[in-house]
């Protein structure tokens, strides 16, 4: 039986207060299993974006508790949050947040650096994620000279350099046509699969979410269906 490596229990979120506030997130609960490829789609604005930055521990609930490997984590301080999405968790966003100034390689070094390991450490593991995503030949190139759906590869090789356990997507293939976002789904499965690595991504895309393991609805604070 896999186990859980994610739960989130009576999630909210709130901004503001008094009386000029908004209910974003009105008690979601949700498990992702190791291994386990789940999408979360919804109208704009309907908290998609909020609830994976809560789960990644990028913004803090108003009311609620996270688990990750049945350890509760969002009562840890900043250095140990930190330490914990460096160890445990990669992030992909629509727009790629690369560093202009470096190397598709350098940017892919850059979390194993930060962790401490050294430049030898380091190159090896991003060289080979480089050429898993198809890009060992644009590896020395500045991310100014790759394409839209190179780049976002080379932010999926950095997302993946420290071994995560679990891939937060947000629009990963958003920005991109339908031949490169293709490319870029097709890889998330692929690493999925061979690295049991789970994935949860936020999408419009329905076709590409009904390819997922599973597809939640987030409706209204709340997620209200799954398939």
Not at 38 to 51: E, P, W
Not at 54 to 83: M, Q
Not at 135 to 158: F, K, N, P, V
């Amino acid at each position: 039986m896999t186990s859980t490596l994610l739960e989130a229990v009576n999630i909210h979120k709130v901004y503001g207060n008094g009386v000029k506030h908004v209910d974003v997130l009105t008690g979601v609960n949700l498990a992702i299993k190791a291994g386990e490829m789940a999408a979360i789609i919804g109208a704009s604005g309907s908290g998609k974006t909020t609830l994976l930055q809560i789960l990644g521990t990028l913004a803090l609930p108003s009311k609620g508790e996270l688990f990750f490997r049945e350890e509760r984590f969002d009562t840890k301080n900043d250095r140990e949050l930190a330490s914990f999405r460096n160890r445990s968790l990669g992030f992909i966003f629509q727009f790629h947040h690369l560093l202009p100034e470096f190397t598709a390689l350098e940017n892919v070094m850059m979390p194993a650096l930060i962790a401490g390991k050294s430049l030898q450490q380091a190159r090896r593991p991003a060289q080979e994620l480089l050429a898993a995503v198809k890009l060992d030949h644009r590896q020395e190139h500045r991310i100014s000279e790759l394409s839209g759906g190179e780049q976002q590869r080379t932010a999926l090789a950095r997302a993946l350099i420290m071994e995560p356990d679990l891939l937060l997507a947000d629009e990963p293939t958003g920005n991109l046509d339908s031949k490169a976002g293709e490319l870029v789904f097709k890889l998330l499965q692929d690493i999925c699969q061979k690295r049991s690595l789970a994935i949860l991504m936020v999408t419009h895309n329905l076709q590409l979410a009904h390819r997922m393991d599973r597809t939640l609805l987030l409706q209204d604070g709340l997620l209200v269906s799954s398939t």
